[in-house]
């Protein structure tokens, strides 16, 4: 799940409680006007705009969007139109939210979606459902005409990740598919389906009813593999978050699932602390040489906790970020903004914020506000006493991101670190994080959230991570037909296998 910092309070509206389909009409005028206050938004407070996009890709794209306004009618176009403009920057902290009377709407239809959860396994689209007309592990090759994957491809809008990214965003993907294909492609009777049983290439098709989407996500909720990953969806409870073992023969193997464990002055914080100085204390006494540290299902949290953890597995001084700055000195669109603030005393409310911002940001350079040397986010960080020396296997996945994937992109930095499993959707050079705002779209009551921060981490360049990519492993080790099928941990499997193999 992805994590957001919010450093801004923002207030939540209340509308009435009727419903509204979003395949209702939306007046040309209304889309024209809203998709010109995006643009402006997103020119103004947003500071990852052309992060990983160059402006003339970004002209581009929003040139073909008020070509695009022109032809279409409905909300849902709209709202699709909206997706793919946010999914184009490329950050994992960009949302678009249905106003609720939309989203009660779609709760409350009884048929139109695809029936059955799907899930990526090894190269392939599967059905991810036991007992039904499919078999369960069927390769899926096409609905409805449509190549699977050029319909994967059109769903990737709805789940933004860092850069050009596209693992991580099978993770919304295998959850939310019957949902997303009725957002890019609306309500469907039935579905044609093409596709091979397992160890079958014969291409077989079957006609499936379609079912509401409340049936869908109960079909979700007991489908196959979730008893394996639905650590990829779930919120973390205490005593779930970080744990320790070692392995008969002393391999040892730090379980970090979440950094939302508290700021520096919170109790949760200090006892997790006092936690690794325990486990460190005694993999030192221990002697233990290699240390399995799995964040594979880490979508982030607050400082200083990813901060703290990278203090225990480095040798060297280091700091949050190389750099961090905002495209704005004063919060911009204030009308448009994300609270229930009468709109005539929000400069008033506002004035707080600006002030905040301005005391974080107070150098400005051609135009952006930068962090100077005083922020907490530069503060020089000394390697923890019981830091550990010997060799770290790092595993990650596309469900880590944020805070997440700002320590992993440290841990995988170092010399003494291989970094195994599926690449992630959180940067290895930076993201946008940390200050989150959000603004409503006056026509369409869209809700769109950006975080504004653009931060340059703290990391050494590798000659395999790409600037525009989630941290990609050294070793690419994704989960098998045969350990889906058995609910087993092909990387954790293989990881500890390549460290006896190593140690002999």
């Excluded at 970004?58 to 997706?83: H, M, P, Q």
């Excluded at 002393?250 to 699932?257: D, K, V």
């Excluded at 992109?409 to 940390?434: D, L, R």
């Excluded at 869209?446 to 990519?469: A, C, H, T, W």
Aim: aromatic fraction near 14%; charge should be negative; hydrophobic fraction near 30%.
């Amino acid at each position: 799940m992805k994590r957001v910092i919010y450093l801004i309070t923002v207030f939540f509206i209340s509308y009435p409680s009727f419903t509204q389909s979003i395949d209702e009409p939306l007046p040309q005028r209304k889309m024209e006007k809203d998709l010109e206050i995006f643009k402006n938004i997103r020119i103004e407070a947003n500071s990852g705009l052309y992060k990983y996009r160059s402006k003339k890709e970004i002209d581009s794209i929003y040139s073909w969007a008020e070509n695009k306004v022109k032809t279409i009618g409905t909300y849902r176009e709209f709202y699709n139109l909206i997706c793919k403009l946010t999914d184009f920057e490329g950050s994992l902290h960009n949302n678009t939210v249905l106003p609720e009377k939309y989203k009660s709407s779609l709760k409350a239809e009884q048929d139109g979606y695809f029936p059955y959860p799907i899930k990526w396994v090894d190269g392939k689209w599967l059905l991810n459902q036991e007992g039904v007309e499919v078999p369960l592990g069927s390769e899926l090759i096409s609905i409805n005409q449509g190549p699977i994957d050029q319909i994967i491809e059109n769903l990737h809008k709805y789940y933004t990740t860092d850069g050009i990214n596209t693992t991580g965003k099978r993770i919304g993907i295998n959850y939310n598919f019957g949902k997303y294909y009725r957002f890019n492609y609306g309500l469907e009777n039935d579905f044609e389906v093409a596709f091979k049983t397992p160890r079958s290439e014969e291409i077989k098709t079957i006609k499936l009813a379609s079912v509401g989407y409340a049936q869908y996500y109960s079909n979700v909720e007991n489908r196959y593999s979730k008893m394996f990953d639905e650590v990829n969806y779930k919120d973390w409870e205490e005593g779930e978050i970080y744990s320790f073992e070692t392995t008969q023969d002393s391999i040892g193997i730090l379980t970090i699932n979440s950094f939302s464990m508290g700021n520096k002055h919170a109790a949760e914080h200090k006892q997790y602390v006092s936690f690794l100085d325990s486990i460190f204390t005694s993999i030192k006494e221990q002697q233990i040489k290699d240390l399995i540290v799995d964040v594979r299902y880490n979508g982030g949290g607050t400082d200083p906790n990813d901060l703290v953890t990278y203090s225990y597995l480095t040798s060297r001084t280091f700091q949050e970020n190389k750099q961090a700055w905002i495209s704005f000195e004063k919060i911009p669109f204030v009308r448009y903004a994300y609270t229930d603030i009468p709109r005539i005393l929000r400069p008033l409310g506002v004035g707080k914020y600006n002030k905040a911002f301005q005391k974080e940001f107070p150098v400005e350079i051609d135009g952006k506000f930068y962090q100077d040397s005083t922020s907490e986010d530069h503060k020089i960080w000394e390697p923890n006493n019981q830091a550990f020396s010997g060799n770290i296997y790092l595993l990650i996945s596309p469900t880590l991101a944020s805070a997440g994937s700002l320590f992993a992109a440290m841990v995988t930095g170092n010399e003494n670190s291989i970094t195994i499993g599926e690449e992630a959707m959180g940067g290895y050079y930076g993201h946008n994080g940390h200050s989150s705002l959000g603004y409503i779209l006056p026509k369409s009551r869209l809700e769109i959230f950006f975080s504004v921060v653009n931060l340059e981490q703290d990391v050494p360049k590798k000659g395999n991570q790409i600037y525009e990519r989630g941290i990609i492993p050294d070793l690419i080790i994704p989960q098998s037909y045969e350990d889906f099928i058995n609910h087993d941990d092909t990387q954790m499997k293989e990881t500890l296998k390549l460290i006896r193999k190593n140690s002999l």
